[in-house]
Structure formats: structure tokens, C-alpha cells
């Protein structure tokens, strides 16, 4: 048996084997790609701009223990003029997300994260709704979707000579036969350079032993990484200081106001307050990490793991750029349009594979 037969009778094993489960999480993927649009519509993240200042964190947790007393108020992001405050809150078993007005403090919306189609969707990308079980199917699924890929890209390559023009457009004028195989191989070929870095990404994601790998070659390992910590007063009241936040909050969101900005809310008597500057369009490896006193307010310098984007280690660049390749905002918005293009490409390859298969197994019954 040459090479190439051996490796299509693997592409056709795999294809048939985890084709189902690959359309699944391919079209899952593509959808979940647009999760920030989306969220604006199905959260409500939508408010007129006002020409006044945002509310404080004292009205924010007036506004919560009114509406939803049981929830456990953890971080608030401040966003620009026309997006709402977006506050996370854990209850038992799961975490909310509450959209509130940044002018008035009213809730807009208050959103089960565990419920809910755009969570389902991502459910569905991430374990089938499956649960561990489903996760565990998901990562092993994306590992073999690799070497379907590069085999089906071996087997696209013509067996003499080099690929002719026909191997890169689709014939749409041929037969019904000829263009299911166009769209297979021919817009495979095209999916597959991007499918590739997302599926390396996923990889990365599902099993521990990569992502430790890489933290030993890039000596993260070894790196000492200080905890910020407040201070504890000698004397006084040991309770989250308002004044403080809402100060802090205020200066922030002013200072950096083309940015995006997180505070969480301590709930340990030496825990900081921790400000996150985060520049969407930017990745995530431009978010600068910020830590203060809970009862001073006063900055707390360190050599932090989390800490600014300039003193970020090569792992943690490695580790905030997977996210980004995987759902092509590395690229920006047309980046993340080609990962959504190609995902709806892979979604497709199990169905028009599985037509050539059940062709050519029909033709030789005849």
C-alpha cells in the first residue's frame, strides 16, 4: 500500500469517526465567534449616552442588594459612553452576569450564566452540553481533527506534477458530483491554513500536558512571582471601604477613558483592590493589571503574575495570544471574519465527505 492510499484511508477513518462531533463544534465555534456582538443584543449592553459622569460603586451595590440580594458581588467593568456597567455576582452553583445603567444604576438585565442560548451555544462548543464528559470528547476530537486536516491537505496535493488551476476554484458549472467535490476539497484547502492555528489553539486549551510543556521550555517554572496584599489597619473598622472604590473607580475611568475598565471588589481582609485597563481591539495581551490598598487606596508595586502588559513573561504572551489566534482577534475584525469563514467551512467538510464516500461505496455496489 503507497503513502498516499495508506493516508487516505486514514483521512476516510477519521472523517467518518469524529465527523458528526467536528460539524458540531466547527458550527458552534462559528457562531460563538461573534460572542461580543451577541451579548450586547441578548444582555441588553445597549444604553443612550449622557453627557454626566457614571455611577459609583456605592450605587452599584445599592442598585445589586435591591434587585438581587443573594448574589455575591465580585467585579464591576466600566465600559464606554453607550455600554452598560457589566457587574459579576456568584450565587450558589452558578454566576451572573447584571447589566446596569451607567448614568442612573438601574438593572437592565440579569442574565443566569449557566442559562440561556448564548451560553448554550458555547456549552455546545466547549463540551457538547455534555458536562466533563463532554469536555474530555471536545479535546479529543480536536486532536484528531489535526492530522485529518494535514492528511486531507497531502491528498489534495495531485499525485504528479503541481496543482492546476482547477484544483483552486470551484467548478460550478460541472456536475452535481464535481462541485460536492470542489467544495470539499477545494474550499477545504483554503479552511485549512486557518483551521489549523485554531485547532493547535483548542489543543492547547484541552490538555494540561501542552500548556506545562511550554511553561518548562519558556522557563515560567521558575519565575517567583510576588501575591499583592493589603494592609491591615492597626485599628478600625476591617470592612470593604466604598470611599475607596468609589474613588478609585472614578480615577481610573477617567484617566483612562478609551479604555475598558474592571475593579474587583475584596472579600479577604488582605485582599487588594484589583484594577484591570483593558483594550479590546488590542488582545489580551495588552491589559495592565493595577492592585491598592483595600483601606488606603494606595498603589501596591510588586513583581506580580498578573502585572502590566510591558513586564508580561514569554508564557504569559504565549498564553494571552491563544485566545486571540483561536478566535482570529490577533487579526482584528477581519481576522476574526476569516476564523468565522473557515469554521463554517469545516462545519460542512464531514457532510460533502461523507457524500463522496457514499458515492463512491454506491458506485462500487453497482
Known amino acids: ?70 448574589g455575591d458581588f465580585r467585579t464591576a467593568l466600566y465600559r464606554d459612553p453607550e455600554s452598560s456597567i457589566e ?13 446596569l445603567n451607567p448614568y442612573t444604576a438601574e438593572l437592565i438585565h440579569l442574565q443566569d450564566m449557566n442559562k440561556g442560548w448564548l451560553n448554550s451555544i458555547k456549552k455546545l462548543h466547549r463540551n457538547l452540553l455534555l458536562g466533563n464528559v463532554g469536555r ?18 497531502v491528498i489534495w496535493w495531485p499525485i504528479r506534477g503541481w496543482p492546476g488551476k482547477s484544483n483552486f476554484r470551484i467548478n460550478w458549472y460541472g456536475s452535481p458530483k464535481r462541485r460536492n467535490r470542489d467544495l470539499h476539497t477545494v474550499l477545504g484547502f483554503y479552511a485549512t491554513w486557518i483551521l489549523i ?25 521558575k519565575m517567583n512571582w510576588e ?24 480615577e481610573y475611568h477617567k484617566t483612562f477613558s478609551e479604555s475598558e475598565v474592571r475593579i474587583s471588589i475584596p472579600h479577604e481582609k488582605d485582599d487588594p483592590i484589583h484594577l484591570s485597563v483593558i483594550e479590546p481591539k488590542k488582545g489580551m495581551n495588552a491589559i495592565d493589571h493595577y492592585y491598592h490598598d483595600q483601606y488606603t487606596g494606595e498603589q501596591i508595586e510588586g513583581h506580580f503574575l498578573n502585572g502590566l502588559s510591558s513586564e508580561r513573561s514569554s508564557f504569559q504572551k504565549i498564553n494571552g495570544m491563544v485566545y486571540d489566534i483561536h478566535f482570529g482577534s490577533i487579526l482584528g475584525l477581519p481576522g476574526r471574519m476569516l476564523v468565522f469563514l473557515a469554521a463554517l467551512v469545516a462545519a460542512s467538510l464531514p457532510i460533502t465527505g461523507f457524500i463522496i464516500w457514499s458515492g463512491k461505496k454506491y458506485s462500487l455496489a453497482k
Open 197 to 221: 492555528f485554531a485547532i493547535i489553539t483548542g489543543i492547547y486549551w484541552g490538555f494540561s500536558t501542552v500548556k506545562e510543556t511550554i511553561k518548562q521550555l519558556s522557563g515560567e517554572n
Open 87 to 99: 457587574v459579576l455576582l456568584y450565587a450558589p452553583g452558578t454566576y451572573y452576569l447584571a447589566q
Open 136 to 153: 474530555e470528547i471536545v479535546h479529543w476530537v480536536t486532536l484528531l481533527a489535526l492530522p485529518l486536516l494535514i492528511s486531507g491537505l
Open 227 to 250: 501575591s499583592p496584599h493589603s494592609e491591615l489597619p492597626d485599628t478600625g473598622q476591617l470592612a470593604v471601604n466604598d470611599d475607596v472604590l468609589n474613588r478609585l473607580i472614578a
Open 1 to 70: 500500500m503507497s503513502f498516499r492510499k495508506f493516508l487516505t484511508k486514514i483521512h476516510l477513518f477519521l472523517g467518518l469517526s469524529i465527523g458528526l462531533l467536528f460539524t458540531i463544534i466547527s458550527l458552534s465555534g462559528a457562531l460563538y465567534s461573534w460572542k461580543p456582538e451577541l451579548s450586547r443584543f441578548a444582555y441588553k449592553q445597549d444604553v443612550d449616552a449622557k453627557d454626566s459622569p457614571f455611577v459609583s460603586i456605592s450605587q452599584v451595590r445599592n442598585t445589586l442588594q435591591k434587585n438581587f440580594p443573594e
